[in-house]
């Protein structure tokens, strides 16, 4: 069991630009509806790459924001919970402990974890930081989401229970490092492509390199597009 805060936000003018996000969250205080999208009162400007049934619930680790407090100083978006845009803010789970298809319940739902978090350039305006985007995918220090496999309503405070492990060698670290580390291991690109509880999109990500030999193009999304 961990502790939790829940945040949730609205799509506002992003800082420094002219597009939309969601990722300013604000924490909750009352009792919400978790559907199988998000949460209730939470949104997502851009529909195509956030959001949705895999995609349904944010979760960062609040143990990171230490580690990030004493590399960039004390920047406003590191004060409290929700400076990466996420749902749910915790301690004690990380993604050196956490694996894909791992079952948590929250309140009256149920989660399952789905994928880990690909930053986008939107970090470098929430946090003033050029390559903040960069920075997340180079430590590994990303979060995860969680698809909703049983909707219900949870409450801040409440306690995320492990309540199964379907592919306990499958940590969230070991995702990132095949991805981002170690990038053309066929061994693990077939591994990962036939990961069943791994959301669709990411696999997809190990059968293309599988089958053209290269890595993805990562500029637009870390940098925007120039």
Request: proline share 4%.
């Amino acid at each position: 069991m961990t502790a939790i805060a829940l945040l949730t936000g609205r799509a506002c003018t992003l800082a420094g630009s002219d597009a939309l996000s969601g990722i300013a969250k604000t924490p909750a205080t009352l009792p919400i509806a978790l559907g199988t999208e998000s949460l209730a009162g939470d949104e997502q400007a851009d529909r195509r790459v956030h959001g949705g049934a895999e995609k349904a619930v944010h979760h960062y680790p609040f143990d990171h924001y230490p580690i990030w407090l004493s590399e960039l100083g004390n920047l406003e978006a590191l004060r409290a919970p929700g400076g990466f845009g996420e749902n749910i803010s915790a301690s004690g789970l990380t993604e050196k402990t956490v694996a894909v298809g791992d079952i948590f319940r929250l309140g009256t739902a149920l989660l399952q974890v789905s994928q880990g978090r690909q930053p986008c350039w939107k970090l470098n305006h929430r946090f003033g930081v050029k390559d903040m985007a960069r920075q997340v995918q180079t430590t590994g220090r990303t979060g995860w989401y969680y698809r909703v496999l049983e909707p219900g309503i949870v409450n801040a405070g409440d306690g995320l229970e492990l309540v199964d492990r379907l592919q306990p060698s499958w940590t969230l670290h070991r995702l990132w490092h095949a991805l981002y580390v170690d990038r053309m291991n066929r061994d693990e690109l077939g591994a990962m492509a036939a990961l069943d509880v791994l959301a669709e999109g990411w696999r997809k990500y190990a059968v293309r390199r599988l089958e053209s030999g290269r890595v993805e193009d990562w500029r637009n999304r870390l940098d925007g597009k120039t």
